[in-house]
């Protein structure tokens, strides 16, 4: 099994029950939960060797953040003791054409203002082969931003493979500033992972005709977008989730890979997820699923595919983690669907 290190933040969930809005709740309920530390979750529960790096303060909610990792086999030895609280987010997830909701309290959390003094990435990234992290560290801060390039500096230095998760969060930062930051952190990545929103917010490129709201994709456009981004960054692999979004209940679900060298291009199977359970964190599981994949040996198209279903699993289970094992996956994977008891 590879050993993998993640960066990033983890926060405290507080969402909202049965699917109700923000204004009836009179009572949330806890999760924990972040873009990389999802990811670490999920490789983690595939029997990989994996490290969450972060800044959590020193007080009781953090320990339970430290615990929620500890419970899945996440390894938490890097992880900073500072800053003065843990980010939180407050979810009132939709249902049928009601959009889901997050609201943000996040300012000033741990890792927005921790600095790469708090980390020795040298001991982080011995023996390392892969190191993830998202569009939403650097978003999170100035502070965020020089932390997530001391950390991708040092991988380059240890011959580790980089993922990134492209993952736009308007409501972090302006697309302006995104490209500027995470266009030069490109130099530093093998294996780019997004969705048209995030091709376009945070790089600047845009697709064909892949209007998620209208449930319409065209092939030809990723293709396209591809090409340009592999000329541009040099990625050995570029991939995409594809989200056809009918109604917050239902989804239609697929990816595609490109090969940066050989220029082959794939698009998996589809899934029909209806009713979706929890959304929060597919793309997380997506990503988990990739890199397992990648990690495992497999081509790109078994890898796309163990990724496409494992993430598609997720969308039926509660919080931001994923918790199905590597057979319930390669079950998916398969062709079973059915959901029948399994006895």
Request: charged share 25%.
């Amino acid at each position: 099994m590879a050993k993998i290190v993640t960066m990033g933040e983890i926060m405290l969930r507080l969402s909202t029950p049965n699917n109700e809005k923000f204004i009836q709740a009179d009572e949330f309920d806890v999760n924990y939960g972040g873009g990389e530390a999802n990811v670490a979750v999920s490789l983690a529960n595939y029997g990989h060797d994996v490290d969450f790096v972060t800044a959590i303060p020193s007080n009781p909610i953090g320990d339970c953040a430290v615990a929620a990792l500890r419970k899945y086999n996440v390894g938490t030895k890097h992880i900073a003791r500072c800053g003065d609280r843990l980010g939180i987010y407050f979810l009132e997830t939709g249902s049928a054409m009601r959009a889901s909701n997050v609201v943000y309290d996040r300012a000033d959390s741990a890792i927005a203002t921790a600095t790469p003094d708090a980390f020795n990435f040298d001991e982080i990234f011995e023996g390392a082969d892969w190191f993830h992290f998202t569009g939403i560290t650097p978003a999170v801060s100035d502070s965020a931003i020089a932390l997530t390039e001391a950390a991708l500096k040092a991988a380059k230095a240890h011959g580790v493979t980089v993922s990134v998760d492209l993952n736009f969060r308007k409501k972090l930062w302006s697309s302006e500033k995104a490209q500027k930051v995470m266009t030069n952190l490109m130099q530093y990545v093998d294996v780019c992972i997004g969705n048209e929103e995030d091709a376009e917010k945070v790089l600047g490129f845009k697709p064909g005709k892949t209007d998620v709201t209208s449930g319409e994709l065209e092939l030809a456009g990723y293709v396209d977008i591809f090409n340009q981004m592999v000329d541009k960054f040099g990625f050995k692999y570029v991939i995409s989730s594809l989200r056809e979004s009918f109604s917050a209940s239902n989804n239609g679900w697929s990816a595609c890979i490109m090969d940066g060298k050989t220029r082959e291009f794939y698009h998996s199977k589809k899934y029909s997820i209806t009713p979706i359970v929890d959304r929060v964190g597919g793309g997380d599981s997506f990503a988990g699923g990739l890199i397992c994949g990648l990690a495992d040996g497999k081509d790109m198209k078994a890898a796309l595919e163990f990724a496409v279903a494992a993430s598609a699993l997720k969308h039926t289970i509660p919080g931001d983690f994923n918790l199905v094992t590597r057979a319930e996956v390669d079950n998916l994977a398969g062709g079973d669907g059915s959901g029948r008891v399994q006895r």
